[in-house]
C-alpha cells in the first residue's frame, strides 16, 4: 500500500539529493526505481542501505509506478513525462519544461498548495531561485499585498549540475596553479561563449532573450505571477552565477500595498511564516550565510530594512539550499502534499 517511486535522472545533483529526500521522507514507499541515461546504466547507488541498480529510461520504465520525480533537463521531461503519465504514474517534474503550461500547477506548498487539487497527472516544481524568493514573500503579501519586487540573485553553480561544480573546482585549482582557466560549459551550456566563473560572478543564467533579460530573469518573473496568482504583480530580476557550489543568495528589494507595515511586523511575520527561518540580529552580525544554509530545507531571511528613501518599500536577504528547497525537498514535498490531499493518483 506504499508508493512505486522512480527517479529520473538519479545520478544528477538534483537526483541524489531527491534520493535522499525520499529517504528521508514520511511518504509510505514500496518500492524505488533509479532511471539516468544509457551513460550510468549499471551504476549501483543505494536506498536506505539497499544497493539500487541505475537503469537506462526508457517509456517501459514507467510501468508499475505511482509517482516519478522528474529532474534529467528539459528534452527528457518533454520525452518521457507523457509516457509516465500514459502508465499511470503522477510525474513531479523539476525542470522548466511545463511550467507555464496554464494546464500544469506551478507548486511551492508554503505558497499555493490548492493549486494541488487541478493537477492532470503533472505537476511542475518552479526554478530554485523563484521557490525561495516566493517562500519569503508569501507570508508578507498575504498580510500587506505586494506590489513591485526588484530582485538580484547570486547562484550557485550547482544549479547547472554535477559537470559545472566540476568547471568551477578545475578552474579554482589552475587559477590556484598560475594555469589558464578552461571553460566549456557556464554561463550556459547552451551558449556559444564559456567563460570562467572561478572569482568571477557572471550576469547569465541561462540564455538571452530579445528583451535583453536572460531566460532565468524570464522565469523569476511569469513564475512568481503565477505561482501567487497575481499578474498585477511587477517584478524585474538580475540574475548572476557566482562562485559558489551549493545555496543560492538574493537581495530581495519590495513595495507593498498595506502602509501599516515596519521593519519589526514583517520581522514577526517571517519569524512565524512556514519554511522560513529568520535569521536578522545586525548588532551580533547575524544573517543567512550560503554555507549555513546548505544541507537544510529552510528559506533563511535576514537583513530586513525600510528603503529610507521610499514609504512602503523594504529589502531582504534571502538564502536557500538550491538542490533542497529550490529542487529535491520542494518536489518531494508536494509528493508528500499530494498524498496528504489524496490526490496522487493520475485523474481519470
Ligand atoms: P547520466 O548520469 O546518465 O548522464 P546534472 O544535473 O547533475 O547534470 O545531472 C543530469 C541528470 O540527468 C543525470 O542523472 C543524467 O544521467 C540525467 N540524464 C541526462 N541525459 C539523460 C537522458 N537522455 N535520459 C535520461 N537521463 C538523462
Redesign the pocket.
Known sequence: DGYRVAV????????TRMIQMLEETSLPIDSIKY???K??AGQVLKFKGQDVTVEE?TPDSFENVDLALF???GG?SKKFAPEAIKRGAVVVDNTSAFRMDPDVPLVVPEVNEQALYEHKGLIANPNCSTIQMVVALEPIRKNYGLKKVVVTTMQAVSGA???AIQELKDETQAYLDGEEMQAGILPASGDKKHYPIAFNPLPQIDVFEDTGYTHEEWKMIHETKKIMSDQDIQVTATCVRVPVVVSHSESVWFEIESHDASVKKIQNILSDAPGVVLQDDPEHQIYPQAINATGKKDTFVGRVRADLEQNNAFQLWVVSDNLLKGAAWNSVQIAEKLHELDLLRVPK
Not at 529520473?8 to 537526483?15: D, L, Y
Open positions: 529520473v535522472g538519479a545520478t544528477g545533483a538534483v537526483g532511471l539516468a541515461s551513460r550510468s529510461t529532474s534529467a533537463g527528457v549540475g554535477n559537470l
